[in-house]
């Protein structure tokens, strides 16, 4: 782990980072960094590099199984990515997120479904879309911890009109902070803002009492994520333009490519394999 890295992530080795972490981080006014991760060699990358919370994200559906948005995922295709990030990692709190269609009809559904996620793949935290109190008040009160989701969420785009900034203007705003406090007093531990302006987040962040964590929510969040293949520069160029909000780490997409096309054109040639790789 790099010297770099805060003292969030400072704890006896092997010791896992627990939501009140987080929240002493908060108090700390000490930032920390959140990825999405959907397989056992990136969750231990990033485990390593001192990522201090790893979200499995419904967004598996369009960066793993190529859907075209998040609602096709099912709890069946996440399961066996999210026991593979855990199993990956040692230092890392690992969120489980919670597909369309499994949470929003009642709280007992939500709970069933958080219940799964726990037991099933051994998470330690799940996370749901929108403003559900109550689907977070049944979760926590089971013992589950669980992120909120505010802002633009991902699973309702059809009915928000597409990607769209939200929170914009007085009344959407006040709307948004009441929404945040509500989804705090219901037990959640952090809130996911996403795509909402900064000086709202900001807001937000300043008058809740739990980690906001922003995507496309400005400097001022307690802590940022991104989709790991957005960040790293994976995503190729079909896929669309890139977000706003995103800044490319790497090119992976670049190296990945040069690669590939080098070991075919090795093999073509006969240069692949040569004695050195043959028993
Ligand atoms: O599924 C996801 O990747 C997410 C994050 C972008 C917050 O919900």
């Not at 782990?1 to 627990?18: F, I, K, T």
Request: aromatic share 8%; glycine share 10%; with cysteine.
């Amino acid at each position: 782990m790099s010297d770099s890295v805060p003292s969030l992530y400072g704890g006896p080795a092997g010791s896992r980072v627990r939501t009140r972490h987080l929240q002493l981080a908060k108090e700390r006014g000490e930032k920390w960094a959140m990825l999405t991760s959907y397989d056992q060699y990136t969750a231990q990358i990033f485990d390593e590099a001192g990522i201090a919370v790893l979200l499995v994200g419904d967004s598996a559906a369009n960066n793993v199984f190529g859907y075209e948005s998040t609602l096709p995922v099912t709890v069946e295709e996440m399961l066996p990515l999210v026991r593979a990030v855990v199993g990956a990692t040692n230092r890392a709190l690992v969120v489980g997120d919670l597909p369309f269609g499994t949470y929003e009809e009642s709280p007992e559904v939500a709970l069933r479904t958080a219940v799964r996620f726990m037991k099933e793949a051994r998470c330690h935290a799940v996370k749901l879309e929108g403003f559900r109190p109550a689907q977070i008040k049944m979760i926590t009160g089971a013992g589950i911890p669980v992120m909120a989701h505010l802002g633009f969420t991902p699973q309702s785009e059809h009915q928000l009109g597409g990607y769209r900034v939200q929170g914009r203007g007085d009344d959407a705003a006040a709307t948004l902070l009441r929404q945040a406090r509500e989804v705090v007093e219901a037990g959640a531990f952090a809130v996911v803002l996403e795509m909402v302006p900064g000086d709202v987040a900001k807001q937000v962040t300043a008058e809740i009492g739990v980690p906001t964590v922003g995507i496309g929510a400005g400097p001022d969040t307690d802590a940022q994520v991104l989709v790991w293949q957005d960040m790293a520069g994976l995503r190729p160029a079909s896929a669309g333009p890139t977000p706003r909000f995103v800044k490319k780490y790497a090119d992976l997409h670049s190296v990945l490519a040069r690669a590939a096309a080098e070991f075919a054109a090795d093999v073509h040639d006969g240069a692949f394999p040569t004695a050195d790789h043959t028993f």
